[in-house]
């Protein structure tokens, strides 16, 4: 057992992160945001002035301290502020509605909400249904509390102490918060500098929204960790994104394969030199095979990785040597992570369960979601099913919830998207289970298409029957303009379901 305690002379937590880098890199830049770069001395002065302010505020170890904005150094400023108070970060989605909003500053019993402009009516109607103390809107009065604000003393912080409190997407049912301590944060940081290569030399654009834990703890906190330099952009734009990897000279990138084909697909792609970029991360689910020769013609290739937001959230990466020979495959346990399938009726696939330091503490105010979440000899059940390979070589069948029953037969649908993506002129798929009078359900394909592209029915089910079993191929299949995601990339299947039997969508 560790027996070292932080001392009220050296708090642990991810607060003191940029305080200490500034002492190794006070000049380096830090943040660029809107042609404006901050230092890490600037950064770090900053962070110590809100810390001050949100103090004299009554902001003080354990509570809760919500942020609801796009990509913007006051997010920074705020998570590390708060987590130098001992105070809990809850970065808020803000694609959600007032009532989700509400809900989550209610559940999680914020005490302040720092929001931007172009949230603030939504933002400030919900703190007022939840009850929220303090609302600071960007930037007047969030600059205020920084006005006279100074190093605030040193709060003692345990590893494992909660950092962060991030709220599931909640495609059925309420969100889940998910507690993230210190340590939790702090070894995904490790994990991903050791297994991406992460030194002070990164430039990494982040593209994809700060409140969702992938961006946040495989981008910005373990590159600020290193001392590299976080380009944040407020929102993704292919051609601004190109402009900005050229034009700055970025190292890194990461997102979902829809933003590395929407990348690819736009006018500047040829024209861009993108000659600099080291590391090109995709989560969520494989890069199609399409997207990936269209990478690799550029000399580019791929790490794809696996998580969940209660992994802080990193459980597996596919370094990009094997991209070639494992693509499908979301690769390897990281370092200081643990990788097993849990028990299975047949074959080799199982409910994938993991263990290590950055596995959450469990979920906000929620003990009994807790308890489930977890086997009985302590490894988190992700409801993700995968085969682990002799190698060791993780690959994602489906989700355990994400699963269709057609007459006894188990159908999972990433297997069955997987086909229908490798189809020439198919941009994107999500396959769903509708009601079947004779076989209970059967599934039914969503696709989007290319531009002029068209798609004969017939011709579909003839293209999918020659890698799929013939039950497993969907007999209907409609083509959408677009299909509604997350923020995290995840398709709203629940959503579209209601479409379908709704009559909402075009059937061929």
């Given amino acids: ?135 600071v809107p960007l930037a007047e009065e969030y600059e205020r509390l920084l006005h006279n604000g100074r190093a605030p003393a040193p709060v003692e912080v345990d590893l494992h102490d909660p950092a962060v409190i991030i709220y599931t997407s909640g495609t059925t049912g309420h969100p889940k918060g ?14 991903v500098i050791v297994d991406y290569d992460v030194t002070s030399k990164t430039r990494a654009l982040m593209i994809s929204p700060l409140f969702h834990a992938a961006a946040l703890g495989m981008g910005a906190l373990p590159t600020l960790l290193k001392g590299g330099l976080l380009l944040l952009e407020e929102r993704f734009d292919p051609s601004q994104a190109l402009r900005a990897i050229e034009e700055h ?96 009726a047949h ?45 060791g070589f993780l690959t994602i069948v489906g989700r355990s919830k994400d699963m269709i029953i057609s007459g006894g037969e188990n159908i999972y649908c990433a297997e069955v998207e997987h086909a229908i993506l490798t189809i020439p002129g198919v941009t994107g798929a999500a396959v769903i289970g509708v009601p079947h009078e004779r076989w209970g359900e059967v599934p039914h394909a969503l696709v989007t298409l290319e531009p002029g592209a068209r798609l004969d029915r017939d011709w579909f089910v003839e293209q999918l029957s020659s890698t799929l079993a013939r039950y497993k191929v969907p007999r209907t299949v409609d083509v959408l303009e677009d299909l509604p995601r997350t923020a995290t990339g995840k398709v709203r299947k629940h959503v579209l379901l209601a479409q379908v039997l709704n009559g909402q969508a075009p059937n061929l």
């Fill in 347 to 391: 074959d080799a696939a199982g409910e994938i369960e993991v263990r290590g330091p950055n596995v959450f503490s469990g979920y906000w105010q929620d003990p009994i979601a807790t308890s489930s979440a977890f086997t009985d000899d302590g490894w988190l059940r992700t409801g993700d099913v995968g085969i682990i390979d002799e190698a």
């Fill in 1 to 135: 057992m560790n027996q070292f305690r932080p001392g009220a002379t050296m708090p642990s937590g991810i607060g003191t992160w940029v305080r200490n880098r500034r002492t190794k890199s006070a000049r380096q830049p830090a943040i660029l945001f809107s042609g404006e770069v901050q230092t890490y001395d600037a950064l770090s002065d900053r962070i110590d002035r809100l810390a001050s302010g949100l103090s004299s505020q009554g902001i003080a170890k354990g509570d809760r301290v919500a942020y609801l904005g796009s990509n913007h150094p006051s997010l920074i400023e705020t998570m590390l502020a708060s987590a130098l108070l001992g105070a809990v970060f809850v970065p808020l989605n803000t694609r959600l509605t007032e009532i989700e909003i509400s809900y989550q500053l209610e559940h999680s019993s914020a005490r302040m909400l720092i929001l931007s402009p172009e949230h603030r009516a939504t933002g400030e109607a919900a703190a007022k249904t939840a009850g929220v103390r303090d609302v």
């Fill in 249 to 344: 000279r970025v190292t890194s990138l990461s997102g979902v394969p829809t933003t590395f084909q929407l990348l690819m697909e736009d006018p500047t792609w040829d024209a861009t030199d993108l000659s600099s970029l080291q590391s090109l991360t995709c989560g969520g689910s494989a890069v199609p095979s399409r997207v990936r020769d269209e990478y690799e013609r550029r000399g580019l290739q791929f790490s794809s990785g696996y998580g969940l937001t209660e992994s802080s959230p990193g459980v597996t990466c596919l370094p990009s040597q094997y991209s070639s020979t494992h693509g499908q495959s979301s690769g390897l346990a990281h370092f200081f992570t643990e990788v097993r399938i849990g028990e299975s």
């Fill in 178 to 191: 998910a507690v993230l301590t210190h340590g939790n944060l702090t070894w995904n940081a490790l994990n």
